[in-house]
């Protein structure tokens, strides 16, 4: 069941996406050649417990860590480790926080030095998905909507279009109805109304968006080894649009890291 929040459950969401947030924006100075997966974890997890949550992903289905640190052609789910990041890396970060009980989620990917202009081109074309995506929400829109534009978009870049990996519904769990794809046919799905809150993921790949599992069970990549980009907003409907949650707290359209 799709649930409507109220007014103080999403100052509640709000919170948590800010502290969302602030940790990519803490993080983003130590993503440099030479800092480990593994560190950015203990630095994002010791964040987000200074600013008054708990991490959303640490345990969350057995996931081992907060962070999931994609790098490369890893789309989603990549586990933080003792790699060191490289000059020309690029890694997709995934955050989520929980402040009583309501969460935040938002990734974002990142170049790692001097990065070619292929993984220049995968990260510019991704996070403006997720924007022409975003631009769909408002009462009475269908979540269909905002799938075929971001699809539309990537198609129109050349790029690919996971099917299998969606974004979805936020709200007391990190993972709510509805489920929120990046494809999609017009005027389809769920009606969205104000109230709803979901999260807008865009994960496309420089080329076959074909996926596999890797052996932790966890982490995907893309299956011809193609870069891949992973950019994704939490967002409230509003009487007239959408407020992005995981930004500043004053809200409104101004959350980009």
Request: a negative charge; aromatic letters at 8%.
């Amino acid at each position: 069941m799709i649930s409507i929040k109220s007014e103080r459950e999403i100052e509640l969401l709000a919170i948590a996406g800010n502290v969302v947030y602030q940790t990519h924006k803490y993080l983003k100075p130590f993503i440099k050649p030479g800092i480990t997966t593994k560190e950015l974890d203990k630095l994002a997890e010791e964040f987000i417990r200074s600013q008054g949550c708990t991490p959303s992903f640490l345990g969350y289905e057995g996931f081992p860590n907060t962070l999931c640190t994609s790098i490369n052609s890893e789309v989603v789910h990549g586990i933080p480790s003792n790699y060191k990041l490289k000059n020309g890396d690029i890694i997709s970060i995934d955050i989520g926080a929980c402040f009583k009980g309501y969460h935040g989620d938002s990734a974002w990917t990142y170049a790692v030095g001097n990065i070619s202009d292929d993984a220049k081109y995968i990260m510019e074309h991704t996070e403006k998905s997720l924007y022409v995506g975003l631009k769909e929400i408002k009462p009475g829109k269908r979540i269909g909507d905002i799938g075929a534009a971001i699809e539309e978009y990537a198609h129109a870049h050349n790029l690919g279009v996971v099917k299998e990996l969606v974004g979805h519904g936020v709200g007391t769990t990190v993972h709510e109805e509805p489920d929120v794809p990046n494809f999609g046919t017009k005027g389809t799905g769920p009606v969205l109304r104000k109230g709803m809150v979901i999260a807008v993921e865009p994960m496309l790949t420089l080329g076959s968006p074909e996926i596999v599992i890797l052996d932790n069970d966890w982490t995907i990549e893309t299956e011809d080894y193609s870069l891949s980009a992973h950019f994704e907003h939490t967002v409230a409907v509003t009487d007239d649009g959408y407020r992005i949650l995981t930004g500043e707290l004053k809200g409104g359209l101004n959350g980009q890291k």
